[in-house]
């Protein structure tokens, strides 16, 4: 009876030892796989907090630029002129004015007196073209990039390119079609050309209208001329730009003097 009982109490230790060593590799592999995915979460949120870094003017910031007010931030483009083969030309005729692709905008300005929001003429996406010497210029991401204001924009469109079919002045402008210069007088004189090169013309028909100045209430005000208008404006008070070839002036509804009849 002894040895039968030793014998049973020998198999009775030998399997729970057997017990105890499963239930240490099971729990020694369920605290493992824990650890792997941690540390797969771990590189995952570094990995998409270093795509979140941002860098202005060579330094870090905590995140992408959110204009306010009434600023526009712009990625400004090469003023090149295609031809009708797809050779890129560079204008040399003048200084031009800026283009540029508007990357963020911001809500618009409170009017002082009101408190009405004059909502952004422009949203993310849309392309601009605002004076030479407006802006602020800095660097973006490695990318030159510039500061302006909603007043800053002359005129906006969507595309690569501007076309008189997607352009559209913005606010109070209006896009005037230069009429061109004549190089002899009534008497018969003729007048050399280079005389005339540095002249700027301040008369032409009108071809497309904003939608007006925004009042104080939130509407915008009516435009003093059509389109199919000639009109006559202050001198120097147009900004140049070049449509499809064609020469043109954006100016501000409040420097228009006047509507002239027909052209005979």
Request: proline share 4%; with cysteine.
């Amino acid at each position: 009876m002894a040895p039968s009982r030793v014998s049973k109490y020998t198999a009775l230790c030998i399997a729970l030892a057997g017990i105890t060593s499963s239930s240490a590799f099971t729990s020694t592999s369920t605290h493992r796989q824990p650890a792997i995915r941690t540390s797969l979460s771990m590189s995952t949120v570094e990995g998409t907090t270093l795509k979140k870094q941002c860098m202005l003017d060579g330094k870090k910031i905590r995140g992408p630029i959110t204009p306010l007010g009434n600023f526009v931030l712009v990625r400004t483009k090469d003023t090149l002129d295609a031809t009708d083969g797809g050779i890129l030309l560079p204008d040399q005729s003048k200084e031009r004015a800026t283009e540029g692709e508007v990357i963020a905008a911001g809500p618009g300005k409170l009017h002082p007196h009101t408190g009405v929001r004059i909502t952004n003429p422009v949203t993310a996406g849309d392309s601009v073209l605002f004076g030479k010497f407006d802006g602020h210029d800095m660097n973006y991401n490695e990318e030159s990039v510039t500061m302006i204001r909603d007043d800053d924009i002359l005129l906006h469109y969507k595309g690569v390119r501007m076309t008189m079919k997607n352009v559209n002045p913005c606010r109070d402008y209006i896009l005037v079609e230069l009429t061109k210069q004549k190089t002899e007088t009534s008497s018969g004189i003729v007048v050399a050309e280079s005389v005339m090169k540095d002249y700027l013309p301040c008369e032409g028909i009108c071809v497309k209208v904003g939608e007006g100045r925004m009042t104080s209430t939130g509407e915008f005000s009516d435009s003093p001329v059509a389109v199919g208008d000639r009109v006559k404006f202050r001198d120097y008070a147009g900004n140049g730009v070049k449509i499809e070839g064609v020469e043109h002036s954006l100016v501000r509804m409040v420097d228009v003097l006047c509507a002239l009849g027909a052209e005979e």
